[in-house]
């Protein structure tokens, strides 16, 4: 079972009390991008097979939005941070390369 740590609240939490929000630092288009930016957005997303980024809310908790780290065929989880982060803190791209030497950012 998938277990992570709100880092909003502090709470441990099973998947069942989280609810999935899709992949994280995706660049979004508003009104008046070109369409093809905008069908990328909305229809393309990396869902690799290994280390992802995800947002997640902790739906049965404090309710706040946040950032994960893990592996997708593992659910090894490398860490949480606030959903308001731009890029992966330094911390967590340092777990991952700690545990997968030859990973690199996509």
Same mark, same amino acid.
């Given at each position: 079972m998938l277990t992570l740590t709100c880092p909003c609240c502090g709470? !441990?939490?099973? %998947? @069942? %009390?989280?609810?999935?929000?899709g992949e994280a630092h995706l660049k979004r288009f508003g009104p008046g991008s070109p369409?093809?930016?905008? %069908? =990328?957005?909305?229809?393309?997303?990396?869902? =690799?097979?290994?280390?992802?980024f995800e947002r997640w809310r902790h739906a049965m908790g404090c309710g706040k939005w946040f950032l994960a780290a893990r592996d997708t065929a593992t659910l090894e989880?490398?860490? @949480?941070? !606030?959903?308001? @982060?731009t890029e992966p803190p330094a911390d967590i791209i340092a777990a991952i390369r700690a545990k997968r030497p030859d990973w690199s950012p996509a």
């Open positions: 709470i !441990s939490a099973c %998947e @069942t %009390e989280l609810a999935p929000g369409d093809a930016d905008f %069908e =990328s957005y909305l229809f393309l997303r990396q869902n =690799s097979r290994g280390v992802h989880v490398f860490g @949480t941070y !606030s959903a308001q @982060t």
